[in-house]
C-alpha cells in the first residue's frame, strides 16, 4: 500500500479570525455562533474551572493575534464524542485573545484519562496554538496545581527535563487557574510532538 | 485498519521549520528547544466530532453567505473541490474544513487589515463544509487577490485559501494554505518556502479542473487533503499474522 504524504502546514496568519471565528472578528451573519466558544451549559457534569492562557514570544510580548484551541475530557475523564461522555460537554473550545492577551476558556476540571500503556494520566487539558509567524500549530498541555501526586507518577511530565515541568503547570489566581507560554527565551514552554 | 488507534508519526522535515528566518514574523515565535515526544494517548487520537446539522444552507458559498439579497460577491467565480483523505489514501468523512481568504483585489474583512484595495460588501471571505461519507468537499467562492505584505520591501502573497481541517483526533489538527496551478508569485513567497520539499509545495498547489467547472457560471480547481493516518495496532497486527 502506498503511504500518502500528509499535506504539509502554512502558517494560520494574522487573520484566521475570520474563518475560525467570524463573529469574534466582527463579521456577524454568516455563522450563528463562532465554534468553540461554550463549552458548558447548565447541565455539565463536574467543577467549574475558568482557564486563562496567555501567549508570549521571544521577546515578551503578548500575541493577541493567535488562536488558542482546548481539548480535555470530562469529570469522569471521558472524552466527548462516545456514548459514556457527559452529553452536555464538549471538551473542545477555541478562543481568540481579548485586547490585553488573555485566552478565556469557561470549562471543567478533568478527570484523568489512561495513557497509551495503561497507567493513569495526571488531569490535564491538551491546548493547540497557531498565529501569524508560527508554521506549524504547537501542541502543549496544562495540569492543575493541586494534583501534585499525580504529576510526579504522571508518564507524560516523567518525560520532561525536571527544570521545566512547572512551564506546563497552572498557577491559582483570583479569577481561575491562569498560565503563561512562553515561545522562546528563559521559561520558553514545553512543546510536543504528538 | 483502526479508526481510534495512535496516529503515525508526523514528518516534521516534510513540514515547514518553525524557524524560516525569511518569513520574518518566524524568527520571535518559534521554539529553540526541542519537542518532546511520546506516545499518542486518548488525548491524542480524540478529537472534537461536528454534525452536517451545524451547517447553513449558504455555509459553502462565500459568493452569498455575505452578500445582500439578489446581490453576490465580485470577482471571478469558483468552485474549489476535492477529497480530505488520511494517509492510508482512506476518505475522512465528517470532517470540518473551514476556510477564510481574502477578496477579488487582495482585502480581508479584518480590523488589523490596512491595504488600500476596497473591501467588497458582499464579500466576507469565510466558509466552512463537512466531507461526505468518502471524504469529498466542494465550497464556492471567488478568486482571491494577491496582496502586498510587510516582510521585506516588497513581499506579495500569491493568491491562496486558508484551510483548516479537522479529522478524527486532535492530533491531526491542521492548518495550510491552498495556492492555484501557475501562479508565478508561489516561488517567490517566504511562507510557501519555509516548505523545504518541492513535492511538498507542490501538494498545496490546486490544479484547474475543467471537467468540473459550470459552464458560464464557474470555473473549477481540484485541491486534495491528506491528514495523518492511523498506525496499526498490534492487535490488528497480530489477526493479520503480522
Redesign the interface.
Given at each position: 500500500m502506498t503511504k500518502l504524504r500528509e499535506s504539509p502546514s502554512q502558517t494560520a496568519g494574522p487573520y484566521v479570525h475570520i474563518g475560525c471565528m467570524p463573529n469574534a472578528a466582527g463579521i456577524g451573519g454568516v455563522f450563528p455562533a463562532d465554534l468553540g466558544a461554550e463549552m458548558v451549559n447548565d447541565q455539565t457534569l463536574g467543577e467549574r474551572m475558568t482557564l486563562i492562557l496567555r501567549v508570549f514570544d521571544g521577546e515578551g510580548a503578548p500575541m493577541t493575534d493567535a488562536v488558542v484551541e482546548i481539548w480535555q475530557a470530562d469529570a469522569n475523564g471521558i472524552y466527548p464524542g462516545g456514548e459514556q461522555g457527559d452529553p452536555n460537554f464538549t471538551g473542545w473550545g477555541r478562543q481568540p485573545a481579548d485586547q490585553e492577551g488573555a485566552f478565556t476558556f469557561h470549562t471543567i476540571r478533568p478527570g484523568t484519562v489512561p495513557f497509551a500503556d495503561g497507567r493513569m494520566q495526571a488531569p490535564h487539558v491538551s491546548l493547540w496554538i497557531v498565529a501569524r509567524g508560527i508554521n506549524l500549530g504547537l501542541n502543549t498541555r496544562v495540569y492543575l496545581p493541586e494534583d501534585a501526586a499525580e504529576h510526579a507518577a504522571d508518564p507524560v511530565l516523567s518525560l520532561v527535563d525536571p527544570a521545566r515541568r512547572e512551564t506546563l503547570i497552572a498557577r491559582k489566581g483570583n479569577s481561575g487557574y491562569a498560565i503563561d507560554i512562553h515561545l522562546q527565551g528563559a521559561h520558553e514552554t514545553v512543546f510536543f510532538d504528538i | 485498519m483502526s479508526d481510534t488507534g495512535?496516529?503515525?508519526?508526523?514528518?516534521?522535515v516534510?513540514?515547514?521549520?518553525?524557524l524560516?528566518p525569511a518569513?520574518r514574523?518566524?524568527?520571535?515565535?518559534?521554539?529553540?528547544?526541542p519537542?518532546?515526544?511520546?506516545?499518542?494517548?486518548?488525548?491524542?487520537t480524540?478529537?472534537?466530532?461536528?454534525g452536517h446539522d451545524m451547517i447553513?444552507p449558504l455555509?459553502h458559498d462565500l459568493i452569498r453567505?455575505?452578500a445582500a439579497p439578489g446581490e453576490s460577491a465580485l470577482g471571478p467565480r469558483l468552485i474549489v473541490h476535492g477529497r480530505v483523505?488520511?494517509?492510508?489514501?482512506k476518505g475522512v468523512p465528517g470532517a470540518?474544513v473551514?476556510?477564510?481568504q481574502a477578496n477579488a483585489g487582495g482585502r480581508?474583512?479584518?480590523?488589523?487589515?490596512g491595504y488600500i484595495a476596497p473591501l467588497d460588501p458582499n464579500f466576507?471571505?469565510?466558509?466552512?463544509v463537512i466531507t461526505g461519507e468518502d471524504g469529498a468537499y466542494r465550497f464556492l467562492t471567488i478568486q482571491p487577490g494577491a496582496y502586498p505584505w510587510p516582510n521585506g520591501p516588497n513581499s506579495w502573497r500569491p493568491a491562496h485559501i486558508?484551510f483548516?481541517l479537522f479529522g478524527g483526533g486532535?492530533?491531526q489538527?491542521?492548518?495550510?494554505?491552498m495556492y492555484f496551478e501557475g501562479d508565478p508569485l508561489i516561488p517567490l513567497c517566504p511562507?510557501?518556502n519555509?516548505?523545504p520539499d518541492k513535492?511538498?509545495?507542490a501538494?498545496?498547489v490546486a490544479t484547474l479542473d475543467m471537467e468540473n467547472t459550470a459552464p458560464m457560471d464557474a470555473l473549477c480547481y481540484r485541491f486534495d487533503?491528506?491528514?495523518?493516518?492511523r498506525g496499526q495496532t498490534l492487535f490488528e497486527n497480530r489477526m493479520e499474522g503480522a
Open positions: - | 495512535p496516529f503515525l508519526p508526523r514528518d516534521r516534510w513540514h515547514p521549520a518553525a524560516a518569513y514574523s518566524s524568527v520571535l515565535r518559534s521554539p529553540t528547544k519537542l518532546v515526544a511520546f506516545p499518542n494517548s486518548l488525548s491524542e480524540s478529537g472534537p466530532a461536528f447553513g455555509d453567505n455575505f483523505v488520511d494517509e492510508n489514501g470540518l473551514e476556510v477564510w480581508y474583512r479584518h480590523k488589523n487589515e466576507a471571505g469565510c466558509g466552512r486558508h483548516s486532535f492530533a489538527r491542521l492548518i495550510t494554505q511562507i510557501v519555509a516548505i513535492a511538498a509545495v501538494q498545496l487533503i491528506v491528514l495523518r493516518g
